[in-house]
């Protein structure tokens, strides 16, 4: 496969961009590497890359919706501040992992400090923003069968089945 198509393993060199300043991008050398089709990337981005070729850059504007989300207003928790260790280092602005009833993790970020409360942001850091990708298709290749069940590359031997 010449174009990126789904099942494909994807190796894409990445910068993104938020009101033109780089919040993230991938390492020299290092490209970003996800099977396509399978949800891996926000759904925006990964809806662009369908056709793309090796070599080829573009561009890509996503729109919250399509990002991670809208900033949601009601994502918002209280909770008692002895509920937190107190080794942790309490402050405005700090990133914290909830453990959810399921054991699943969930961050969070303390949006506001009481005297007996701390106010946690569930939103995702990037919810409500709009992203300018600029990527590159580095590699392609088809995914194995183990890796399409497994939901995951492996990169030790990819054509190992």
């Known amino acids: 496969m010449t174009t990126v198509q789904d099942g494909q393993v994807v190796s894409m060199g990445y910068v993104l961009r938020i009101d033109g300043a780089v919040i993230d991008a ?4 290092q490209p970003l590497e996800f099977i396509q089709g399978q949800g891996h ?8 890359l369908y056709g793309m ?14 990002g991670y989300g809208e900033y949601d207003l009601e994502a ?3 909770i008692p501040r002895r509920q937190i ?18 054991g699943s993790m ?8 009481e005297a ?26 088809d995914a194995t069968q183990t890796e399409l069940d497994d939901g995951y590359i492996h990169t030790e031997d990819p054509g190992h089945e």
Do not use: C, M, Y
């Open 26 to 29: 991938s390492a020299a050398g």
């Open 41 to 48: 990337i926000i759904p925006g981005l990964e809806r662009e």
């Open 53 to 66: 070729q090796i070599g080829e850059s573009r561009q890509v504007l996503v729109a919250p919706a399509d």
């Open 76 to 78: 918002f928790v209280e």
């Open 85 to 102: 260790p107190p080794n942790v280092p309490l402050q405005v602005g700090l990133e914290l992992q909830l453990r959810a009833p399921d």
């Open 106 to 113: 969930t961050p969070a970020r303390v949006d506001q400090l």
């Open 116 to 141: 007996d409360l701390v106010r946690l942001d569930l939103n995702h850091p990037l919810a409500g923003k709009h992203l300018q990708f600029d990527v590159e298709i580095v590699a392609l290749r």
